[in-house]
């Protein structure tokens, strides 16, 4: 099998919020951490820099959309922006709301927890997650 079949990116298991002909941003499932996002790019590209500059540029214009409209509707403490890939080669921007009370602040997310977020607290966030996928696609709309 080739990567591109084996690629959990690639064959995405969530509907996007935005999708267009170069990339896509979906919420994440991550329960303790509403508003959680990914911006992927739709081709099968391991690194930035295998993008023309007019789409790295595209491409990370998007990011920053997604973290404005975190900024505005979730109004997070702070915001983790990241591309790893190690695990899964396709590139992809994590852009992750960060809170003082959340599960690993001021950790990075892939770090031990050291502590366990108020559900009250998780419930407010989550039900903001409607919002925010206007506020993104609202935005996203903007610069297509």
Same mark, same amino acid.
């Given at each position: &099998?080739? !990567? $591109?079949?084996?690629? %959990? @990116?690639? *064959?995405?298991? /969530? ?8 990339? #896509? ?34 491409? &990370?214009? !998007? $990011?920053?959309?997604? %973290? @404005?409209? *975190?900024?505005? /509707? ?8 990241? #591309? ?61």
């Amino acid at each position: &099998m080739s !990567a $591109v079949n084996t690629c %959990e @990116l690639c *064959q995405l298991a /969530v509907e996007p919020i935005w999708h267009d002909d170069k990339l #896509s941003v979906i919420l994440v499932d991550d329960a303790a951490y509403p508003g959680f996002c990914r911006v992927i790019w739709n081709d099968h590209v391991k690194e930035m820099t295998d993008l023309a500059p007019g789409d790295r540029a595209l491409f &990370m214009d !998007a $990011v920053w959309h997604v %973290e @404005l409209a *975190q900024r505005d /509707v979730l109004k997070p403490a702070k915001i983790n922006v990241a #591309s790893l890939g190690n695990m899964t080669p396709h590139l992809h921007w994590h852009v992750i709301p960060r809170y003082a009370d959340d599960a690993h602040f001021p950790n990075p997310v892939w770090t031990v927890a050291v502590r366990a977020t108020d559900e009250a607290t998780l419930a407010e966030r989550r039900a903001l997650l409607p919002k925010l996928a206007g506020d993104i696609v609202r935005r996203m709309e903007k610069t297509a």
